[in-house]
């Protein structure tokens, strides 16, 4: 991994100290988060998963349409360095996913044909508390992270977390399960509209939710509203098309 500038680290830390208003959008946050840990250290994809209420990893963002595949494929196969890195509250680095077959026999083999050849993840915990993890991806051997490289990926990860444990939903008596779930809901609805402005406007998934998520932000709207907004109305604003 290139060394990361203190200036760019600075910036990046910024930019999710400001999402973190009262009414800040999860989801749109969920994904900066991983637009930007990519951006960071040259990943070709990062993807999030969250614990719901029985304590079952979800996927809930990614940098792209791939990495949500191979995300899903490992939650369906219960192997992989996401489900290691929340299992045991310990972050998994440098794996080369090429000699992991062993440790991850259906999942490394498909992470591979994927193009991916290395991986690394970082539990989202705050002290003792894990509630999911962050999983980063490269498609070069020489991805590899250094010892300094480590803390700074950790420390997204932390804010991840630090953001769906934040004091005023606990002030408020929201129970983290509940805000879990509901961030799970909004996830459903926003692969729904994906795929409907993507069939509307021959564009790939990617592209859709790049159009939805630009919507959003232009006009001072939630995500999640906006793709409700699309799902119900089976209407697709000009500023999409």
């Given amino acids: 991994m290139t060394t990361v500038s203190a200036q760019r680290l600075a ?58 595949l191979l995300e899903l494929f490992q939650l369906q196969t219960r192997e992989g360095p996401c489900l290691e890195a929340y299992r045991t509250g310990q972050a998994v680095i440098n794996v080369d996913l090429s000699a992991a077959t062993a440790r991850w026999p259906r999942f490394a083999p498909r992470a591979t044909a994927s193009g991916f050849q290395s991986v690394h993840a970082f539990p989202l915990r705050l002290r003792s508390q894990v509630i999911g993890a962050l999983n980063v991806f490269g498609d070069t051997k020489g991805g590899d992270f250094s010892g300094a490289d480590v803390p700074i990926v950790q420390s997204l990860a932390d804010m991840a977390a630090i953001a769906l444990l934040q004091e005023r939903a606990l002030r408020r008596g929201e129970a983290l399960t509940e805000q879990l779930q509901g961030a799970l809901n909004s996830r459903i609805v926003i692969e729904q509209a994906k795929g409907a402005v993507a069939y509307a406007n021959g564009v790939s998934v990617d592209e859709a939710f790049t159009r939805i998520r630009n919507y959003a932000r232009n006009h001072n709207r939630k995500l999640t509203d906006v793709a409700q907004a699309l799902v119900n109305d089976r209407t697709t604003p000009p500023e999409l098309d």
């Fill in 11 to 68: 910036s990046i830390f910024v930019e999710v100290a400001d999402t973190l208003v009262e009414e800040f959008d999860l989801i749109d946050f969920l994904h900066m988060l991983t637009d930007r840990t990519a951006d960071l250290v040259g990943a070709a994809a990062v993807g999030l998963m969250l614990a719901d209420g029985r304590g079952n990893l979800e996927f809930m963002a990614g940098s792209d349409e791939n990495v949500k």
